[in-house]
């Protein structure tokens, strides 16, 4: 099922997301329905905040980009109570854009490599050093369940030169091409 992508200004994009455990109701299909949303939206990853929920839960597809990355052919992932514990110093520059931004794409500075800890969607325990640009989209990723979006970590003069962009956002004045969840005022 195709659940709507929640837009920047949703007060669950500003929440911490709470881990959950293996009895999380219907965990699945959740999973299944997360992987069709982001497929719809033509995404390549997806954290449960951006679908309204609060809990620490995101799926990576970075298949689609296999052409430019053949390292990541047929790879998908899920993450489960995902937390970055220690980065490096090295970091660069990429642009990057969001499901829950439509429209807004703004070079962000990240690390260049992350240890993570997380479980799979079997709820094994993984503990990992992750490279190369599945660390970018992991740290973007899970941002959202920290509650912040890739436009908290642009320059203030970038985010000023968006703020018209990102009100009307909050406002729910935007148009794309999958089903959002608007902000009601």
Known sequence: ??????????????????????????????????????????GIGLAAPQIGLPIRLVVIDLDPLSEDYPEYKEFSAVYINAHIVE???D????????????????????????????????FNEHDEWVEGYLARVMQHEFDHLEGKVFSDRISM???????????????GNVSCG?????VIR
């Open 157 to 171: 003069l970038r985010r000023q030169m968006n703020k018209n962009r990102l009100n009307n956002l909050a406002k």
């Open 178 to 182: 999958y089903k959002v969840k608007r």
């Open 91 to 122: 970091t660069d520059s990429s642009e990057e854009g969001c499901l829950s931004l439509p429209g807004i794409h703004e070079k962000v500075v990240r690390p260049t490599r992350i240890r993570v800890q997380y479980l799979d969607e079997d």
């Open 1 to 42: 099922m195709i659940l709507p992508i929640y837009l920047y200004g949703q007060p669950v994009l500003r929440k911490v997301a709470e881990d959950i455990t293996p009895d999380y109701p219907e965990l699945n299909t959740l999973i299944e329905n997360m992987f069709e949303t982001m497929y719809n939206a033509q």
């Open 87 to 89: 980065t490096s110093d």
